[in-house]
Structures are given as structure tokens and as C-alpha cells.
């Protein structure tokens, strides 16, 4: 048996490859070029991952913690549709991360050519938003419903964002981005009274009283 695998330390080093293959290009990643970069030995990268695929499998799973950490509830936060679709535009708008958003959609591209070397990357990529996007709706939403309004959600976010990466017009893009999720924003029941009725209300009560 070889030398137990220190975990902290795999954890870093994956860490480092992700840093690496964002401002570099997943294409550009391989033992050697990783292994340079990181200040290791290709020996080393092969006892924390094994194989260069079972590396190139945890770089993409990294990623892919990194994006969909981004909508996670924090306490405190609201969990509407509309509050988990701004936290999702703002993680992914973020100029900070956009070498992250470039990889992705590098890799979604890759993916969609040769499905079979990205199967796992390929099966979360929408799972993940969807299951956030569709529990924000709340238990009393139908299934197919919600599911339908996260699927416009994302596919909206992801083109705004696509177009952002392509063209760097934030101006534009953050302007039709708010008008995206302001039209997300709960609506009120449609018996419930507004502010002026309730007033009313009040009013007449108050002198059926007197």
C-alpha cells in the first residue's frame, strides 16, 4: 500500500488547480503544466489524484462547489424566487470571478462536443440552480410549475451573463438584468387588500364604533 493521502493537503492542491486552469484555460491543464505551476512533482499530483482524468474530474467538481456556492442562503437572507435569483446574478456578475464563468462555459462548450469524458459535469450543471431555484418557490407552488419558472430563470441568468463575458457592456447588461428579477418579485394575493381599502376599512370601522 503507498503513503496515506493527506487530505488538507489534496484540498489545497486542488485549489491551486482550479486557480490554475481558470486563468489558463482548461485545455492548458495537464500533469506538467500543473505540476510547474503548483511547485510540485508530477508524482506528487499523481498520489493526491490518481489519474490526470481523476484530476481534471475533481478541478471541474471544485468549480462547480465554487459557482453553486455563490446562491447558497445565508442566515438571515430571504428565500423567495426573486432574492435566490438575485444572489445567483450577483455571484456569477461578479467581476472577481469571471475567469470562473469563463471556465464554465469553456467546459460546457467542450462538454456538449464529447459529452462522455464531462458526464458528471454535464449532469449537475443545471441540476444544482434548479433544486435552489425551485425550492425558493415555496411548498405550495406545483412541481412542473416551479420547475418551469427555474428553468427561465437560469437560462435568463446564464444569457445575461454569457453576453456580459462576451461584450464587457456592463451598463447594458446589469440594466436588463434588473429588470429580469424585479419582475420576479412576489406578487400579492390577488383578494388581498391594498393599502388605500385597508384605510378605508379602518376609517369606517372606527366611526361604526364612535
Not at 484555460?25 to 489524484?49: K, Q
Not at 489519474?51 to 446562491?71: C, N, P, Q, S
Not at 412542473?144 to 435568463?156: F, G, H, K, N, Y
Not at 412576489?186 to 376599512?201: E, K, S, V, Y
Request: with cysteine; aromatic share 6%.
Amino acid at each position: 500500500m503507498g503513503r496515506p493521502i493527506n487530505q488538507q493537503r489534496r484540498n489545497d492542491l486542488l485549489d491551486a488547480a482550479v486557480d490554475y486552469a481558470v486563468h489558463n484555460g482548461f485545455s492548458e491543464v495537464s500533469w506538467r503544466t500543473v505540476a510547474a505551476a503548483l511547485d510540485v512533482s508530477p508524482t506528487a499530483l499523481v498520489h493526491h489524484f490518481g489519474t490526470k482524468e481523476e484530476m481534471l474530474v475533481a478541478i471541474l467538481g471544485r468549480l462547480r462547489e465554487r459557482i453553486v456556492g455563490a446562491m447558497n442562503d445565508r442566515p438571515g437572507q430571504r428565500t423567495d424566487l426573486e432574492a435566490a435569483a438575485r444572489r445567483a446574478w450577483k455571484g456569477a456578475s461578479n467581476p472577481q470571478r469571471g475567469g470562473e464563468y469563463r471556465l464554465f462555459f469553456a467546459v460546457y462548450g467542450r462538454a456538449l462536443q464529447a459529452p462522455e469524458p464531462f458526464a458528471e459535469f454535464l449532469e449537475h450543471v443545471v441540476a444544482d440552480w434548479m433544486r435552489a431555484l425551485v425550492q425558493a418557490q415555496g411548498p405550495d407552488i406545483d412541481p412542473a410549475t416551479a420547475t418551469c419558472t427555474a428553468t427561465l430563470v437560469i437560462a435568463t441568468i446564464r444569457g445575461l451573463l454569457l453576453d456580459l463575458l462576451a461584450t464587457g457592456d456592463r451598463d447594458r447588461v446589469e440594466h436588463a438584468a434588473e429588470h429580469f428579477l424585479a419582475s420576479l418579485k412576489p406578487q400579492a394575493p390577488a383578494n388581498a387588500p391594498t393599502a388605500h381599502h385597508a384605510g378605508q376599512n379602518t376609517t369606517s370601522y372606527s366611526r361604526a364604533e364612535a
